[in-house]
């Protein structure tokens, strides 16, 4: 068992004094949010790590991120981690931990993948409060008139769970509440997360509490957060959640692990303060966006850096030579052998995630190949031919099993990248309508030939568009797997994108448009990893 350094020492090595800590325990703290507030700018870049559609094989995004930061560091340049927290939902159901492998993850592990902090806990409970406020309100006269059936406040639960994706609430007659159809969300993806992920100080969390609409009354107008005068009882709730973690790398490199994941069903990127928090305290900051380059990094660029004035100077395309062979068609099982004509067919998944960074969002793209020994050099010579037309080049890294010295040439080659920083850019301008910014996401980052909306989706974007949100960007929900709706593999062109719904996020600031049969509460998989966890002598045993 690997023992961290005193988070202390960790935090003095940043220039975080220990009255600035307030410590769970001797490996992880929270950092004072005023202390924070009180440091001066610095000039420091801010590098995003992305990746092409993720596959069985597996990419390593989080691994890639933390070996970068390890090899930064070991050439002696300043650098820090900005990184999303894991849900629990994956970490029992299929998908396991997400705090990276080998000898390129975070510590303590354990802790980040389970309870952590408490702040997954404390977005559930203002969540839940929320809408147990909104039904109180209701079962007590109503006085704000509102339509039951328009309340858009869903429960939240952070574990997987499919029996609660459609629910009815208060059975057993009129003292139990009014009987209502609604639902929960994983945590990860409820708005009161991306709203305190998005927030810049207590006051602009507080703002955005109150901001939330919590249905409609019966004469069309909204009520919000503020009406049932909630945003004060949620903001007690979440204020020590809104202060950044910090924690550590297995070598020693500071992390500020902060904000919840699953950029396809949610904007999926870590906190704001946690990355200002990182860029105030290094010279670099590494941070990352979720599943591949279609879904996070378009929501980190046109919804956080377009609300924040964050922008990224360099984006890293994470992939795997097992991963391009996946896309070109060679089954999980076959993946280790040498397949040249797959891998070339597999990479126009990659070569349009690197196309889009670089031609509709103004980024300086490098391509890091996170290196397995199955990886044989007539493939990796390949990847870096395709690539060559692009202007951008492949570096393969050892990083899992070496560490930050596996990757300083990944380091170096970001280094020199960094020389000539993007020029970010959007996908869509913000006074065009929701349909259009739309139209513009499917056909410029989904190469889709269309979008096509429900009845009641569109219903709901022309409602949304009449009370004034039409400004707003979007957040489409997707598979994670696919440029389409569907799973299509490779690069897939002229295939529709079906809107399913449309959801306010007034909040954090955004329009949720759910594509296809897309869920925001996952489903456990026949065979759960939660069946093999277990504690032994007081140890964790069968996390993955």
């Known amino acids: 068992m690997t023992h961290p350094q005193p988070i202390a020492d960790i935090a003095r090595s940043i220039g975080i004094p220990d009255e600035a800590l307030l410590r769970y325990g001797h490996d992880k703290a929270k950092v004072d949010l005023d202390w924070l507030a009180s440091l001066p700018p610095r000039r420091t870049r801010l590098v995003l790590v992305t990746a092409m559609s993720p596959t069985p094989a597996g990419e390593g995004k989080t691994t890639t991120s933390i070996g970068?930061?390890?090899?930064?560091?070991?050439?002696?340049?300043e650098a820090v981690l900005a990184l999303r927290e894991p849900s629990m939902g994956p970490v029992f159901g299929m998908k396991g931990g997400a705090t990276g492998?080998?000898?390129?993850?975070?510590?303590?592990?354990?802790?980040?993948?389970?309870?952590?902090?408490?702040?997954?806990?404390a977005i559930a409970a203002a969540n839940n409060l929320l809408a147990a406020l909104v039904d109180n309100h209701i079962h007590h006269g109503n006085a704000l008139d509102i339509d039951p059936r328009s309340i858009e406040i869903r429960r939240a639960i952070d574990v997987n769970d499919r029996s609660l994706r459609h629910i009815v609430t208060s059975l057993g007659g009129r003292s139990n509440g009014v009987l209502a159809e609604t639902g929960f969300d994983i945590t990860a993806a409820s708005q009161i997360m991306a709203v305190l992920c998005l927030a810049e100080s207590r006051d602009d969390l507080?703002?955005?509490?109150?901001?939330?609409v919590v249905g409609e009354r019966y004469d069309g107008g909204e009520v919000t957060a503020a009406e049932l005068s909630a945003a004060g009882a949620l903001t007690a709730i979440l204020k020590d959640a809104l202060a950044p973690n910090l924690v550590q790398t297995l070598e020693g490199t500071p992390a500020f692990v902060h904000g919840g994941p699953f950029a396809n069903i949610a904007h999926g990127c870590n906190s704001v303060l946690a990355t200002r928090a990182a860029l105030a305290t290094g010279t670099i900051t590494i941070t990352e966006a979720g599943f591949g380059a279609d879904l996070g990094a378009e929501k980190f660029i046109d919804i956080l850096c377009r609300q924040s004035g964050l922008r990224p100077d360099l984006s890293v395309v994470v992939a795997t030579v097992r991963a391009l062979k996946y896309h070109g068609g060679v089954p999980v099982r076959d993946v280790a052998a040498e397949n040249v004509e797959a891998l070339r067919a597999g990479a126009s998944n990659l070569l349009r995630h690197v196309e889009n960074l670089k031609d509709v969002f103004g980024q300086n793209v490098l391509v890091a190949l996170n290196a397995f020994d199955t990886d044989t050099p007539a493939e990796l010579q390949a990847v870096a031919d395709l690539l060559e037309p692009l202007g951008v080049r492949a570096v393969t890294s050892t990083h899992f099993t070496d560490g930050g010295a596996g990757s300083i040439d990944l380091a170096r080659a970001v280094l020199a990248d960094l020389e000539k920083p993007s020029e970010t850019t959007f996908c869509y301008p913000e006074d065009v309508s929701l349909a259009e910014k739309a139209h513009l996401v499917a056909t410029r980052v989904y190469r889709a030939g269309a979008v096509s909306w429900s009845k009641g989706a569109r219903r709901k974007l022309r409602g949304l568009e009449e009370r004034g949100y039409g400004r707003l960007p979007i957040c489409i929900a997707k598979s994670p797997y696919s440029f389409a709706a569907e799973k299509l593999m490779g690069a897939p062109s002229g295939h529709t994108l079906p809107i399913t719904d449309v959801r306010l996020s007034a909040g954090a600031g955004f329009v949720v448009l759910i594509a296809g049969s897309v869920m925001t509460m996952p489903g456990l998989p026949a065979q759960p990893n939660a069946v093999d966890i277990d504690v032994a002598d007081g140890v964790l045993t069968g996390l993955q």
Do not use: K, M
Not at 69 to 74: E, K, N, Y
Not at 206 to 212: C, H, K, P
């Open 101 to 121: 492998g080998g000898r390129a993850r975070l510590l303590p592990e354990d802790d980040i993948n389970l309870h952590f902090t408490g702040d997954f806990a």
């Open 206 to 212: 507080r703002e955005r509490l109150s901001r939330i």
């Open 68 to 77: 970068l930061a390890d090899g930064l560091r070991a050439l002696g340049e």
